[in-house]
């Protein structure tokens, strides 16, 4: 069945069918019923939800969902004439590729967060998206609301990328990192990371590798532009690493961290892999902990490039769906490319320094004699400034002067540069040397 | 005078107008000319340059550069019936100001790195291109080859920007990080920056915050979604630093960097600023050094996002220049949306693992009795694989045996694979525990 007649604009809304109903989906349901109104001003045209397929329909639902939409039918939502977006969330290759095929072979657009499909099948359907003239976009297949698809697409289109280098598997990287810092065995890491929430019940596709190179198979096809298969890339798990291992590799200077990697080496061919890595500690890499993600980037015009956030997560993982959606959806009213998410009339107000509040820093130039440092404390105290921590030292003996530094409790900006001004005209302070605040 | 009649579909070609000869300017200019297949497989269509605006017609150029294109009369570019897209690398108000605006409201697109301009007029600048149907792009405004900029347009679409701090200026991060690191006063970091260009002869604009207060305006204007004015954004630069404000900051576990800093405050209100700021040592901006930039978020649904790169020179710039210029040509193309630099057709080769060479750290339970170290050695240099280190420890009496740990210099992964297999056949080798790959 083909794509009904009416177009979005003839229509006067874009119809969305979403796939799975799990916490990305129910997410990005929640965001497209409570966020209306941001989502129609940014796009032009409100976003209308035709259908939601379903596993279970007796579960229950967020009551920001419409029930009257829950099928477990895929056909409802892929034959609905009215969707003109289908956001596949189901995960998995069974049932989300003859749905994602499906609804490229109709000409509607399909977002998804199917690292597994795009990995496996991604050139493919990006090239009968194109025949289609519809769009692919799948941001949240790596690296959670990291940018590192559009950047790929889009930031590095001019430059051409040499070294690829990625955490892309927070699971790992948590447990990695607590046995880095606490010693902890692969097991009680493992463990505490299904305790917490950070990996999965069935966690052998995180700890053995596979996830990060389904990540890395799709970075790999848009950093070189050709299809990476993923049985082609080498891939070890981070089940034999010992304790013991993280003590020597901090004794030589090293972090061991699973590395997603992909080299552009010299005859054309690929360097492409997923393993456990020795990388100097002093690397951007080896700082990055727990179940953050990052990606860096070597290129020839733009050199080093990283993007580091997290990488997983439903906030992030539908924030990354909602921007692929938006970027579509514009695209479907002929709003030319992207735009702020407001629109951009009202001038902000902005609070004027005098009304913030901060800690400061505070480095003068007294005189070495009794009683200067309780003239100063009287002085701020008046100005209700509290002092956090004070250092007296570098006495100056020739000119019979000493340095202070005090740091301040938070403090309102206006009170401060009276209470400086204060300071100035007191005879034992010789110069304020340095007035720096402190950004928590 | 209106834009030619003929599209660039009928007339076969996209027409490319390149205000500004400067490093960028001619970066941008020996790319289209050199990698014109390239851009053409890209975009759908050739681009062609129509004229080229420079100041001073007399200096000697690119030899990648046609010099009949040559002029140095604006309309002779602006006016040119067949140029859709201007690219802006002059720089500076004056004369940046009326030719972005009369080639948008032409009807031509822009693209361009002038912070200055879309920072003072950038919210109405973008109001008009919508208004003609234009595109207006301006990622090498802010961060190099960063994308910023298309990450707040696009990536951070589904989310709310709650904070963004960032170190946007090179000039007086590389500045502050000799003070820091080796105790440097400011005006002799400013004069090693200036013999190594990443300071300029006048270097005011940097140093004294104007150059970061016009990136922060732009910054904050997309995350935002509303025009601040750089008048209204407090700056303090970095010239009443002294290097033992260095050394208390790091005593009290702080640095101190260069901060642009732009809050959603309760009520709506906006806290912008530029100033030195005190930054906790293990927060992420404080590492970040050199010339380096990086840029901040956190917002509801993403959460914390960090994005870092060479925020200034002539290649990051190019690179942003040239990825703009191919978004917007794709658009005038109706290639709908970013696609990958090739043509996903030839799947790309993956050289086998076996084929690779890697340094290795090799961890082995072995016996307590002399020569064994001797017999490990013999299998490894029987198979060309040199010793790097060796670490021999943690005996177990009981057991008889003890550890030894084995870094190696590059070898071969099928030669490492040969002797490995050798040494877990020697006697003496109870079990290699880790072999782990450095990734250099």
Avoid: W
């Avoid at 039918?73 to 995960?91: R, T």
């Avoid at 049932?95 to 998804?112: E, H, K, N, Y």
């Avoid at 790929?152 to 790992?172: K, P």
């Amino acid at each position: 069945m083909s794509k009904g007649s009416a177009g979005p604009i003839e229509r006067g809304y874009i119809g969305v069918g979403l796939l799975g109903m799990g916490v990305v989906g129910t997410g990005v349901a929640e965001a497209l019923s409570t966020q209306g109104s941001l989502l129609e001003e940014s796009i032009g045209l409100p976003l209308k939800v035709q259908g939601i397929l379903v596993r279970d329909a007796g579960r229950s639902r967020s009551s920001l969902v419409d029930a009257s939409l829950i099928t477990t039918e895929a056909k409802d939502v892929l034959e609905h004439p009215d969707v003109d977006i289908v956001i596949e969330l189901m995960g998995g290759e069974d049932a989300a590729l003859p749905a994602i095929r499906g609804a490229l072979a109709d000409g509607r657009s399909v977002v998804t967060g199917n690292k597994e499909v795009m990995a496996k099948h991604g050139a493919g359907l990006l090239a009968m998206a194109r025949a289609k003239g519809a769009s692919l976009k799948f941001e949240a297949a790596v690296g959670g609301a990291i940018p590192v698809i559009s950047a790929l697409e889009r930031g590095l289109t001019g430059a051409r990328v040499q070294t690829l280098r990625a955490i892309i598997n927070g699971t790992t990287n948590y447990i990695l990192t607590r046995m880095a810092v606490e010693g902890m065995a692969f097991e009680d890491a493992l463990s505490d990371a299904q305790e917490r929430g950070y990996a999965e019940a069935d966690p052998s596709n995180d700890v053995n590798g596979t996830d990060a190179v389904y990540k890395l198979a799709v970075l790999a096809m848009l950093a070189y532009g050709s299809p990476v298969s993923p049985e082609l890339i080498y891939c070890e798990g981070i089940g034999n690493l010992a304790p013991r291992d993280f003590r020597y590799a901090h004794d030589l200077g090293y972090a061991i961290k699973l590395l997603a990697i992909a080299k552009d080496i010299d005859d054309g061919e690929l360097d492409v892999r997923v393993h456990p890595a020795f990388i100097a500690s002093d690397a951007q890499l080896a700082k990055v902990d727990g179940v953050y993600n990052a990606v860096q980037f070597d290129s020839d015009l733009a050199g080093e490039l990283l993007l580091y956030g997290r990488g997983a997560g439903s906030g992030p993982t539908t924030s990354a769906v909602l921007s692929d959606l938006i970027e579509v959806a514009r695209g479907l009213t002929g709003r030319g490319g992207p735009r702020p998410r407001h629109t951009l009339s009202a001038a902000g107000r902005v609070r004027p320094i005098d009304e913030l509040d901060f800690r400061y820093y505070l480095r003068m130039t007294v005189a070495d004699q009794p009683g200067v440092l309780a003239a100063i404390a009287r002085v701020l105290g008046d100005a209700s400034i509290s002092i956090a921590s004070v250092i007296q030292q570098e006495v100056d003996e020739t000119a019979g002067s000493a340095e202070i530094v005090i740091t301040t409790h938070r403090s309102r900006e206006s009170a401060l540069r009276g209470a400086t001004g204060k300071l100035t005209s007191l005879d034992v302070v010789r110069e304020i040397g340095s007035i720096i605040r402190v950004e928590e």
